[in-house]
């Protein structure tokens, strides 16, 4: 699914995360949903298929060619090389879902700065759609073969804000329930978007807050400049600006201290 996303400026390294993204949905889309999809279990009990490993694989290739210098971070294969110019890659986030044939799930390519994503592209090859963002550039998504632009809503009250919370085992798992339900019963609409998706309706203004806990770097490095390119904003739950903490709060921009001080209570 190549992009030529001609309506704002392409530094090489945006360049190239597109072309590593091309690069993972020729590897990932040939095996979604196939009945011989190689599926193996993980020492954190987490599930990875053979179209797992083989999209980290081709997008390290790329990478240890063109960027040798640069370090590598991926879910599969662990981190190499250096941490200041870092290329953090989640080659499915969606596993469970792309092991069940259920078509929410995606590639996530970030280039990271001292820590700091600054570019990210996000490839959901069977919905068909792309993301991606550099810092300074905007956020934007192909519609009908046109780049579009992305903004997060104008949403200012909770009373009609609409939430993704990914996964009450998840919020269990953080003693966190408590404040999931705070959360549901304060807002108008909550509903479990899932992984990198809730993210993307985030940027697109679609819904007004994202909210997770027990995640890594891998897992929402690449949505940081997508989601703030489009005016909103992401930090972890406690507000502290970092995607290590395993945790992350996304919101539209507008609505994060309020988000902030309801996660607290």
Same mark, same amino acid.
């Given at each position: 699914?190549?992009?030529?996303?001609?309506?704002?400026?392409?530094?090489?390294?945006?360049?190239?995360?597109?072309?590593?993204?091309?690069?993972?949905?020729?590897?990932?889309?040939?095996?979604?949903?196939?009945?011989?999809?190689?599926?193996?279990?993980? &020492?954190?009990?987490?599930?990875?298929?053979?179209?797992?490993?083989?999209?980290?694989?081709?997008?390290?290739?790329?990478?240890?060619?063109?960027?040798?210098?640069?370090?590598?971070?991926?879910?599969?294969?662990?981190?190499? #090389?250096?941490?200041?110019?870092?290329?953090?890659?989640?080659?499915?986030?969606?596993?469970?879902?792309?092991?069940?044939?259920?078509?929410?799930?995606?590639?996530?390519? @970030?280039?990271?700065?001292?820590?700091?994503?600054?570019?990210?592209?996000?490839?959901?090859?069977?919905?068909?759609?792309?993301?991606? +963002?550099?810092? #300074?550039?905007?956020?934007?998504?192909?519609?009908?073969?046109?780049?579009?632009?992305?903004?997060?809503?104008?949403?200012?009250?909770?009373?009609? @804000?609409?939430?993704?919370?990914?996964?009450?085992?998840?919020?269990?798992? @953080?003693?966190?329930?408590?404040?999931?339900?705070?959360?549901?019963?304060?807002?108008?609409?909550?509903?479990?978007?899932?992984?990198?998706?809730?993210?993307?309706?985030?940027?697109?203004?679609?819904?007004?807050?994202? @909210?997770?806990?027990?995640?890594?770097?891998?897992?929402? &490095?690449?949505?940081?400049?997508?989601?703030?390119?489009?005016?909103?904003?992401?930090?972890?739950?406690?507000?502290?600006?970092?995607?290590?903490?395993?945790?992350?709060? +996304?919101?539209?921009?507008?609505?994060?201290?309020?988000?902030?001080?309801?996660?607290?209570?």
């Amino acid at each position: 699914m190549t992009t030529s996303p001609h309506a704002e400026p392409l530094s090489h390294d945006l360049e190239l995360a597109l072309r590593l993204a091309d690069a993972a949905d020729a590897q990932s889309l040939p095996r979604f949903d196939t009945s011989d999809l190689e599926i193996s279990t993980k &020492a954190d009990n987490s599930h990875v298929t053979d179209a797992d490993l083989a999209t980290e694989r081709a997008i390290r290739s790329i990478l240890e060619t063109e960027r040798p210098e640069d370090g590598i971070f991926g879910e599969e294969f662990g981190a190499q #090389g250096s941490t200041q110019r870092q290329w953090i890659i989640d080659p499915i986030d969606g596993t469970a879902n792309f092991l069940r044939g259920v078509p929410l799930w995606g590639t996530m390519i @970030a280039l990271a700065i001292d820590g700091v994503p600054q570019i990210g592209v996000v490839s959901m090859p069977a919905l068909g759609r792309r993301w991606w +963002a550099s810092e #300074g550039h905007g956020a934007w998504t192909t519609v009908e073969g046109e780049a579009r632009r992305l903004r997060t809503s104008s949403v200012s009250s909770l009373d009609d @804000a609409s939430v993704s919370f990914q996964s009450i085992a998840q919020w269990a798992e @953080a003693d966190r329930l408590d404040t999931l339900l705070t959360v549901a019963e304060r807002v108008w609409r909550d509903r479990a978007y899932g992984d990198v998706y809730s993210y993307m309706l985030l940027a697109e203004g679609r819904i007004d807050m994202v @909210a997770e806990f027990g995640v890594k770097e891998y897992d929402i &490095a690449a949505a940081v400049p997508i989601v703030r390119e489009a005016g909103g904003r992401m930090t972890a739950v406690d507000g502290t600006e970092t995607i290590s903490s395993r945790s992350t709060l +996304a919101t539209n921009g507008t609505l994060h201290g309020d988000f902030l001080t309801l996660m607290q209570s």
